[in-house]
Protein backbone atom coordinates (compact mmCIF):
# COMPACT_ATOMS: atom_id res chain seq x y z
CA UNK A 1 0.00 0.00 0.00
CA UNK A 2 1.13 3.46 -0.43
CA UNK A 3 -0.08 7.04 0.23
CA UNK A 4 0.34 9.63 -2.16
CA UNK A 5 0.29 13.26 -2.72
CA UNK A 6 0.88 15.40 0.75
CA UNK A 7 0.24 13.18 3.20
CA UNK A 8 -3.23 11.10 2.61
CA UNK A 9 -4.96 10.84 6.32
CA UNK A 10 -5.19 6.78 6.06
CA UNK A 11 -3.30 3.99 4.69
CA UNK A 12 -4.92 0.18 4.52
CA UNK A 13 -2.49 -2.42 3.53
CA UNK A 14 -2.71 -6.11 3.87
CA UNK A 15 -0.58 -8.22 6.69
CA UNK A 16 2.82 -9.63 4.90
CA UNK A 17 2.92 -6.18 2.03
CA UNK A 18 4.92 -3.13 2.10
CA UNK A 19 3.90 0.00 3.29
CA UNK A 20 4.61 3.51 1.61
CA UNK A 21 4.04 6.24 3.92
CA UNK A 22 5.08 10.24 1.87
CA UNK A 23 5.47 13.28 3.76
CA UNK A 24 6.34 17.02 2.08
CA UNK A 25 8.30 18.93 4.45
CA UNK A 26 8.14 22.30 4.54
CA UNK A 27 10.94 24.19 5.47
CA UNK A 28 13.86 24.03 2.75
CA UNK A 29 16.67 25.28 5.86
CA UNK A 30 15.66 21.69 7.34
CA UNK A 31 18.55 18.70 7.32
CA UNK A 32 17.64 16.63 9.32
CA UNK A 33 14.53 14.32 9.60
CA UNK A 34 12.72 11.48 11.99
CA UNK A 35 9.64 9.24 11.29
CA UNK A 36 7.86 8.76 14.46
CA UNK A 37 5.33 6.41 15.39
CA UNK A 38 2.49 6.92 17.52
CA UNK A 39 0.51 3.89 18.82
CA UNK A 40 -3.13 4.63 20.27
CA UNK A 41 -3.06 6.08 23.70
CA UNK A 42 0.88 6.35 23.37
CA UNK A 43 3.25 9.17 22.45
CA UNK A 44 5.29 9.57 19.19
CA UNK A 45 8.29 6.60 19.14
CA UNK A 46 11.18 7.06 17.39
CA UNK A 47 11.46 5.09 14.26
CA UNK A 48 14.39 6.16 11.99
CA UNK A 49 16.09 9.38 11.20
CA UNK A 50 17.94 10.82 8.06
CA UNK A 51 20.15 13.95 7.95
CA UNK A 52 20.59 15.80 4.00
CA UNK A 53 23.66 14.49 2.81
CA UNK A 54 22.03 11.12 2.42
CA UNK A 55 19.25 9.79 -0.04
CA UNK A 56 18.63 6.60 1.78
CA UNK A 57 19.07 5.00 4.91
CA UNK A 58 17.73 1.57 6.16
CA UNK A 59 16.99 0.06 9.62
CA UNK A 60 14.88 -3.32 10.43
CA UNK A 61 12.20 -3.57 7.89
CA UNK A 62 12.03 0.00 7.85
CA UNK A 63 13.83 2.34 4.74
CA UNK A 64 13.71 6.37 4.84
CA UNK A 65 14.12 7.42 1.70
CA UNK A 66 15.03 11.53 0.99
CA UNK A 67 14.39 13.91 -1.95
CA UNK A 68 15.13 17.05 -1.41
CA UNK A 69 15.07 18.59 -4.96
CA UNK A 70 11.36 18.36 -4.26
CA UNK A 71 11.36 17.95 -0.45
CA UNK A 72 9.60 14.86 0.05
CA UNK A 73 10.45 11.94 2.55
CA UNK A 74 9.40 8.50 3.04
CA UNK A 75 9.34 5.64 5.10
CA UNK A 76 8.65 2.24 3.93
CA UNK A 77 7.85 -0.69 5.95
CA UNK A 78 8.85 -3.97 4.61
CA UNK A 79 5.91 -6.97 5.66
CA UNK A 80 3.98 -5.02 7.29
CA UNK A 81 2.80 -6.95 10.49
CA UNK A 82 -0.53 -5.91 12.70
CA UNK A 83 1.68 -4.22 15.23
CA UNK A 84 2.84 -1.50 12.46
CA UNK A 85 -0.79 -0.42 12.47
CA UNK A 86 -0.17 2.81 14.08
CA UNK A 87 0.03 6.97 12.96
CA UNK A 88 2.72 8.05 11.73
CA UNK A 89 4.39 11.23 11.45
CA UNK A 90 7.37 13.05 9.59
CA UNK A 91 9.37 15.55 11.81
CA UNK A 92 11.57 17.93 10.71
CA UNK A 93 14.37 20.14 12.26
CA UNK A 94 17.36 22.33 11.17
CA UNK A 95 20.53 20.78 12.66
CA UNK A 96 21.66 21.11 16.71
CA UNK A 97 17.74 22.55 17.23
CA UNK A 98 15.86 21.25 19.40
CA UNK A 99 12.79 21.73 17.81
CA UNK A 100 10.90 19.38 16.03
CA UNK A 101 8.43 20.39 13.39
CA UNK A 102 5.37 17.36 13.00
CA UNK A 103 3.64 16.96 10.16
CA UNK A 104 -0.13 16.14 10.14
CA UNK A 105 0.47 12.20 10.28
CA UNK A 106 -0.83 9.46 8.32
CA UNK A 107 -3.21 6.70 10.40
CA UNK A 108 -1.76 2.79 9.25
CA UNK A 109 -4.36 0.33 9.60
CA UNK A 110 -3.42 -3.40 8.66
CA UNK A 111 -5.73 -6.09 7.18
CA UNK A 112 -5.19 -9.59 8.35
CA UNK B 1 13.81 2.65 34.29
CA UNK B 2 10.41 3.84 33.71
CA UNK B 3 9.34 5.81 30.65
CA UNK B 4 8.17 9.06 30.75
CA UNK B 5 5.28 9.53 33.25
CA UNK B 6 2.54 12.56 32.19
CA UNK B 7 -0.57 12.38 34.45
CA UNK B 8 -3.40 13.05 34.50
CA UNK B 9 -3.83 10.87 31.07
CA UNK B 10 -7.27 12.61 30.49
CA UNK B 11 -8.28 16.09 32.09
CA UNK B 12 -11.65 17.71 31.81
CA UNK B 13 -12.30 21.35 32.16
CA UNK B 14 -15.06 23.89 32.61
CA UNK B 15 -14.18 27.27 30.48
CA UNK B 16 -12.81 29.33 32.63
CA UNK B 17 -10.88 26.81 34.87
CA UNK B 18 -7.09 25.94 35.50
CA UNK B 19 -5.50 22.90 34.15
CA UNK B 20 -2.39 21.22 35.66
CA UNK B 21 -0.50 18.91 33.66
CA UNK B 22 2.49 16.90 35.29
CA UNK B 23 5.61 15.37 33.40
CA UNK B 24 8.39 13.57 35.45
CA UNK B 25 11.40 12.80 32.82
CA UNK B 26 12.98 9.70 32.37
CA UNK B 27 15.38 9.35 35.40
CA UNK B 28 18.41 10.94 34.76
CA UNK B 29 16.73 13.49 32.28
CA UNK B 30 17.28 17.65 32.68
CA UNK B 31 15.84 18.57 29.72
CA UNK B 32 12.31 18.31 29.26
CA UNK B 33 10.10 19.60 25.75
CA UNK B 34 6.45 20.23 26.11
CA UNK B 35 4.38 19.80 22.65
CA UNK B 36 0.85 20.55 21.59
CA UNK B 37 -1.22 17.98 19.55
CA UNK B 38 -4.67 19.33 18.13
CA UNK B 39 -7.13 17.40 16.72
CA UNK B 40 -5.69 15.55 12.85
CA UNK B 41 -2.53 17.91 13.61
CA UNK B 42 0.67 16.48 14.53
CA UNK B 43 2.46 18.06 17.44
CA UNK B 44 3.65 21.83 17.63
CA UNK B 45 6.32 22.80 19.79
CA UNK B 46 5.43 24.93 23.00
CA UNK B 47 8.36 25.10 25.33
CA UNK B 48 11.64 23.93 26.44
CA UNK B 49 13.21 23.98 29.52
CA UNK B 50 15.86 22.64 32.01
CA UNK B 51 15.74 22.16 35.40
CA UNK B 52 14.33 25.74 37.24
CA UNK B 53 15.18 27.27 33.56
CA UNK B 54 13.25 27.92 31.10
CA UNK B 55 14.95 27.85 28.25
CA UNK B 56 12.88 28.73 25.11
CA UNK B 57 8.70 29.03 25.27
CA UNK B 58 8.84 30.79 21.55
CA UNK B 59 5.66 28.13 20.73
CA UNK B 60 3.82 28.53 24.09
CA UNK B 61 1.14 31.33 24.00
CA UNK B 62 1.85 34.50 25.70
CA UNK B 63 -1.51 34.70 27.76
CA UNK B 64 -2.74 32.24 30.10
CA UNK B 65 -0.04 29.46 29.64
CA UNK B 66 3.18 28.57 31.72
CA UNK B 67 5.72 25.99 32.49
CA UNK B 68 8.14 25.14 35.39
CA UNK B 69 10.54 22.73 35.78
CA UNK B 70 11.79 22.81 39.79
CA UNK B 71 14.71 21.31 41.19
CA UNK B 72 12.70 18.45 42.64
CA UNK B 73 9.10 17.49 41.29
CA UNK B 74 7.32 17.02 37.91
CA UNK B 75 7.88 19.72 35.21
CA UNK B 76 4.20 21.34 35.44
CA UNK B 77 2.22 22.85 32.31
CA UNK B 78 -0.63 25.28 33.82
CA UNK B 79 -3.23 26.93 31.55
CA UNK B 80 -5.30 29.57 33.48
CA UNK B 81 -8.45 30.34 32.19
CA UNK B 82 -9.28 27.08 29.84
CA UNK B 83 -11.04 27.59 26.75
CA UNK B 84 -12.28 25.28 24.03
CA UNK B 85 -9.68 25.74 21.36
CA UNK B 86 -7.18 24.74 24.30
CA UNK B 87 -8.24 21.31 24.15
CA UNK B 88 -6.07 19.04 22.44
CA UNK B 89 -3.24 16.67 23.52
CA UNK B 90 -0.24 17.39 25.59
CA UNK B 91 2.80 15.40 25.45
CA UNK B 92 6.13 15.91 26.93
CA UNK B 93 9.55 14.86 26.17
CA UNK B 94 12.90 14.27 28.00
CA UNK B 95 16.27 13.93 27.07
CA UNK B 96 19.25 13.46 29.01
CA UNK B 97 20.97 16.31 26.50
CA UNK B 98 20.02 19.33 24.62
CA UNK B 99 18.10 17.42 22.02
CA UNK B 100 19.81 18.18 18.35
CA UNK B 101 23.18 19.33 19.90
CA UNK B 102 24.96 17.13 22.67
CA UNK B 103 22.39 14.42 22.11
CA UNK B 104 20.64 12.78 19.23
CA UNK B 105 17.32 12.77 18.83
CA UNK B 106 16.77 9.19 19.46
CA UNK B 107 17.42 9.66 22.81
CA UNK B 108 14.33 11.86 23.12
CA UNK B 109 11.61 10.21 24.57
CA UNK B 110 7.98 11.62 24.77
CA UNK B 111 5.50 10.29 27.52
CA UNK B 112 1.67 8.93 26.70
CA UNK B 113 0.47 12.53 26.78
CA UNK B 114 -2.31 14.49 28.84
CA UNK B 115 -5.96 14.55 26.84
CA UNK B 116 -7.09 17.87 27.80
CA UNK B 117 -10.97 18.45 26.98
CA UNK B 118 -12.39 21.88 27.79
CA UNK B 119 -16.27 22.04 28.10
Known amino acids: GESVGLHLPTLSVQEGDNSIINCAYS??????FIWYKQESGKGPQFIIDIRSNMDKRQGQRVTVLLNKTVKHLSLQIAATQPGDSAVYFCAETVSNDYKLSFGAGTTVTVRA | NAGVMQNPRHLVRRRGQEARLRCSPMKGHSHVYWYRQLPEEGLKFMVY????????ESGMPKERFSAEFPKEGPSILRIQQVVRGDSAAYFCASSPYRAGLAGPYNEQFFGPGTRLTVL
Open chain 2, 49 to 56: LQKENIID
Open chain 1, 27 to 32: NSASDY
